[in-house]
């Protein structure tokens, strides 16, 4: 089992921003795509960005197209989820998760070890 921490969420007005950190350690993330997910009470679990190893090739769903960016340090095996100009319908769990190749792809399908999520909230 590779444990991946997602940390950075929190309660925030619209409008406002967060920044979602996913971690492991040691190299757990050499070599592989990294997606963040999310999940809202009552919908389905979506992909709103990904990142290919070792970088530079990236995916984000329409809803968050210009308000989120996705990067990240290898050297820190930390992959960030910068989170702008928020809206009241991002609230949901946002989850990272492990590609089981380097692409950036944005089915669930394609990924195989999962974080325990963080809790986004975005008050109106």
């Known amino acids: 089992q590779v444990p991946l921490v997602e940390s950075g969420g929190g309660l925030v007005q619209a409008g406002g921003s967060l920044r979602l950190s996913c971690a492991a350690s040691g190299r757990t993330f050499n070599r592989y795509a990294i997606g963040w997910f999310r999940q809202a009470p009552g919908k389905e679990r979506e992909c709103v960005a990904a990142?290919?190893?070792?970088?530079?090739?990236?995916y984000y769903a329409d809803s968050v197209k210009g308000r989120f960016t996705v990067s990240r340090d290898n050297a820190k095996n930390t992959v960030y989820l910068h989170m702008n100009s928020l809206k009241p319908e991002d609230t949901a769990v946002y989850y990272c998760?492990?590609?089981?190749?380097?692409?950036?792809?944005?089915?669930?399908?394609?990924?195989?070890?999962w974080g325990q999520g963080t809790q986004v909230t975005v008050s109106s």
């Open positions: 998760a492990r590609g089981s190749s380097s692409r950036a792809h944005k089915s669930s399908e394609d990924y195989d070890y």
């Open positions: 990142i290919s190893w070792p970088g530079g090739s990236t």
